[in-house]
Each structure stands twice: as structure tokens, then as C-alpha cells.
């Protein structure tokens, strides 16, 4: 199966404080894009399966200028071993914060890329 993403993404190392359907949770940041964050967690922390929930997510990484914060809806639950890589995409974002992102996609995130998924 091929991948398909809109932007490119990078390693991160940090945290993801994640508000969704009234909880709050915290996660370690699995890759982050332009477009969206993924977060690897274990399989019962979400609960059922919540594709489509919005919530706002705060991105917390001493790689980055200073914490990211945006709107997200969950778009992908993929397995990956134990656990479940959760993609989400960023549904608001200020300039501010994308330009955040964008720099440090300039910058340093060119060494943080993970390989291509094989075809």
C-alpha cells in the first residue's frame, strides 16, 4: 500500500497536549507536517474510534521557536505493533503558527525525515 500525504513530514521529538471530546490528554510526538502532527499511543486510550473528532492540540518541542497551537480533527488510526499511530490535521492554524512549522521545515527537519514507506 502506497502512502499518501499532502506534505512532507519530520521526526519531532516533543509532546502533544491533545484536548478532544471534552479529556485531555498528553502524548509523545510521533512526526509533524505542514498539514498535521501524528502521535503514537496505546489502543484503549482514545476510546472508540474517534475519526472525525475536533479538538485542539498544543505541540511542545525544544526543536521548534516556540509551542504550536491549532485546531485539529483525527483523520488516521493506523496499527503499528501494540500501538496506533494517530494522525491529525491541522483544521486552523494561525500564520503565526504555521510559519513556526514552515521554518523549522526549512531548517533542521531535512535531517529528521523518516525513509520512504516501501511501495
Excluded at 509551542?67 to 491541522?90: D, H, K, N, Y
Excluded at 510559519?99 to 531535512?110: N, P, R, S
Amino acid at each position: 500500500m502506497r502512502e499518501r500525504r499532502r506534505s512532507r513530514r519530520a521526526f519531532l521529538k516533543g509532546r502533544v497536549h491533545l484536548t478532544l471530546g471534552g479529556k485531555n490528554y498528553e502524548f509523545p510526538l510521533a512526526d509533524i507536517s505542514v498539514s498535521g502532527v501524528g502521535v503514537m499511543l496505546d489502543v484503549a486510550v482514545l476510546g472508540a474510534k474517534p475519526s472525525g473528532a475536533v479538538g485542539i492540540c498544543r505541540i511542545e518541542s525544544p526543536e521548534l521557536a516556540s509551542p504550536v497551537e491549532a485546531f485539529v480533527s483525527v483523520m488516521r488510526i493506523r496499527r503499528v505493533g501494540p500501538q496506533f499511530l494517530v494522525g491529525l490535521r491541522f483544521e486552523s492554524i494561525s500564520d503565526e503558527q504555521l510559519h513556526i512549522l514552515q521554518t523549522y521545515e526549512a531548517g533542521g527537519a531535512a535531517a529528521h525525515r523518516p525513509p520512504p514507506m516501501p511501495a
